[in-house]
Nanobody, 123 residues
Framework: QVRLVESGGGLVQAGGSLRLSCANSGRTFRTLYMGWFRQAPGKEREFVAGISWNGGSPYYANSVKGRFSISRDNAENTAYLQMNSLRPEDTAVYYC????????????????WGQGTQVTVSE
């Protein structure tokens, strides 16, 4: 069973940083491809970053490349999204997602979703 719980969201000023966490209570975490997504009001959910089961091949949306970093700790069953140089346009609900197939994560269709955590970046 896969149960994803995000944390770490909040309010931050532009230029600041936040680190989001996605904890999985299931036993299959280390075999899952993990991804982060976000959805701003009135907009479609978009892919932000993904990482393979062994931490290799991180993949980023162009809008966050160079500012965000995805990582994972399989021993802790947790994935992370370090967000630096935040901008007001990064404001959204951030979700983690997971699947055994990377393509479904990159295509925004992972089998498993967390409940989301709000990130608000002020001017």
């Amino acid at each position: 069973q896969v149960r994803l719980v995000e944390s770490g969201g909040g309010l931050v000023q532009a230029g600041g940083s936040l680190r989001l966490s996605c904890a999985n209570s299931g036993r299959t975490f280390r075999t899952l491809y993990m991804g982060w997504f976000r959805q701003a009001p009135g907009k479609e959910r978009e892919f932000v970053a993904g990482i393979s089961w062994n931490g290799g091949s991180p993949y980023y949306a162009n809008s966050v490349k160079g500012r965000f970093s995805i990582s994972r700790d399989n021993a802790e069953n947790t994935a992370y999204l370090q967000m630096n140089s935040l901008r007001p346009e990064d404001t959204a609900v951030y979700y983690c997602g997971a699947d055994f197939a990377s393509a479904r994560v990159i295509d925004k269709k992972p089998a498993f979703w967390g409940q989301g955590t709000q990130v608000t970046v002020s001017e």
